[in-house]
């Protein structure tokens, strides 16, 4: 069993608001790394769906092109200089007006157009009923584990470890395992793995 981490309050705020949609972290180191996702996510993913033939540079919105470029390295540039620019101009972790509107609009862009298309959602099914069929094998079967709780642990214990075991598992092996121990077929995984 994996000891539990003493984290202070400042890293449990960052992680705890290190989404869009939740507040602001309350350390600039905890801002920092928000903003820093953020932008590593929208244009890393951007970059991938240009290589798997999903869209095209030129699908970006003009907003975006513009301001940002249509490179992951001109993206990044922009992003960043952004941030660096309101750092100086307010003392505080924040990016420009015209770089934050981009990548707001960016991150649409990517929902719309890469995420939320059907494709990706039947890949996301996918790989939920992967992880879940082996988080149940798992649970159901502990002696199948690496490092099972003893008997008398059972239950609630059984359940996290299985979750921690299928959580850090690699896609390839994940895949393996569903294939040799639930009997699946091929065709069921997730794509492109």
């Known amino acids: 069993m994996?000891?539990?981490?003493?984290?202070?309050?400042?890293?449990?705020d960052a992680i705890r608001n290190h989404s869009w949609n939740r507040p602001t972290p309350a350390t600039p180191e905890g801002e920092v790394v928000a903003w820093a996702d953020?932008?590593?996510y929208v244009c890393h993913d951007f970059e991938d769906a240009v290589a798997a033939g999903i869209i095209t540079p030129h699908d970006l919105p003009t907003v975006v092109r513009d301001r940002c470029g249509s490179t992951r390295r001109?993206?990044?540039g922009a992003f960043i200089g952004g941030m660096q620019r309101a750092a100086a101009m307010h003392g505080q972790v924040g990016m420009t007006a015209p770089e934050a509107e981009a990548l707001a609009e960016f991150r649409r862009f990517n929902y719309d157009n890469v995420y939320l298309r059907p494709e990706s959602r039947q890949q996301a099914r996918a790989v939920i009923d992967l992880l879940q069929?082996?988080?149940?094998?798992?649970a159901a079967h502990p002696d199948h584990l690496p490092n099972p709780p003893d008997a008398d642990r059972a239950g609630e214990e059984v359940l996290r470890t299985s979750v921690s075991y299928v959580?850090?598992?690699t896609?390839?092996?994940?895949?393996?395992?569903?294939?040799t121990l639930l009997g699946w077929d091929p065709a069921r995984l997730p794509a492109g793995i």
């Not at 069929?133 to 798992?138: C, P, Q, S």
């Not at 896609?171 to 294939?179: E, H, K, L, N, S």
């Open 2 to 12: 994996l000891a539990p981490l003493n984290l202070c309050a400042e890293t449990l």
């Open 133 to 138: 069929a082996l988080t149940e094998f798992y």
């Open 171 to 179: 896609d390839r092996f994940a895949c393996r395992q569903a294939i």
């Open 38 to 40: 953020r932008i590593a």
């Open 74 to 76: 001109e993206q990044l």
């Open 167 to 169: 959580a850090g598992m």
